[in-house]
């Protein structure tokens, strides 16, 4: 997967999602921003990725209500602007170590972690306004693993070995175990406590409370995964 070239093309579907839409509307699944602030988030981000990058240097993650997009009619350079500038970042060297909010990792880790950012928070920007979303299977996929690895080593969720099967009809699954140490998860499995399916973008939407799990399909000990969900920070 190229994420550099996802990036862009994320950022510009997002942009013309934006660019019309009244700025000043409540986005319904953060309801605490407004368009224009989900707006400045996505412009800033980037641009403080690359700064990290760059720098090599811990950076203080930024407010987006701070931020400034300027005027609407700009909105979508702005953005395209700011993807770039990540973008040619981490070109640059993309196996350098920078700083991240894990640890030391290579500087790839901050485009896939902005891009899968993206992928979720351009749904926010469609249902804010009243557009149709969709993404492709696999960029639903590569957020949904992706995390699931900051999960794994950013909370400690224990358990005595329960076990979720999280199971899109169009990608791999991935098995998740709660042990006392944790969680774990790796991709494969065909059977676990609860098994949760339905199309990848529906399982992303679900688990980062963009849709309510109803919307897909449980089986299984519909208690664990309640527990799991109010637990996890996909």
Not at 83 to 109: H, I, N, Y
Request: overall charge negative; glycine content about 6%.
């Amino acid at each position: 997967m190229n994420l550099g070239d996802h990036l862009i093309e994320q950022t510009d579907a997002f942009a013309d999602l934006v660019k019309d839409a009244n700025p000043d509307a409540r986005v319904p699944t953060c309801p605490d921003w407004s368009l224009r602030v989900l707006v400045a988030h996505m412009g800033q981000a980037p641009r403080w990725a690359a700064g990290i990058v760059r720098t090599r240097a811990a950076a203080a993650i930024p407010d987006p209500t701070e931020a400034d997009p300027g005027p609407q009619r700009e909105w979508p350079e702005w953005l395209h602007a700011g993807a770039t500038d990540l973008v040619k970042s981490v070109a640059d060297d993309p196996d350098v170590e920078v700083w991240t909010v894990v640890g030391p990792r290579p500087a790839s880790f901050w485009l896939r972690r902005i891009l899968c950012d993206l992928v979720v928070h351009r749904a926010d920007a469609a249902f804010t306004a009243g557009k149709p979303y969709d993404v492709a299977p696999e960029l639903a996929a590569e957020a949904i693993s992706e995390g699931l690895r900051l999960f794994e080593e950013t909370h400690a969720q224990p358990g005595t070995g329960e076990t979720l099967l999280v199971r899109p009809n169009d990608a791999a699954p991935w098995r998740i175990t709660l042990t006392p140490d944790g969680m774990t998860a790796e991709r494969g499995g065909d059977a676990a406590d609860v098994v949760v399916s339905g199309p990848a973008r529906d399982l992303l939407l679900a688990f980062t409370r963009r849709i309510p799990p109803a919307a897909v399909t449980v089986s299984g000990d519909h208690a664990l995964l309640e527990r799991w969900l109010a637990n996890i920070g996909l």
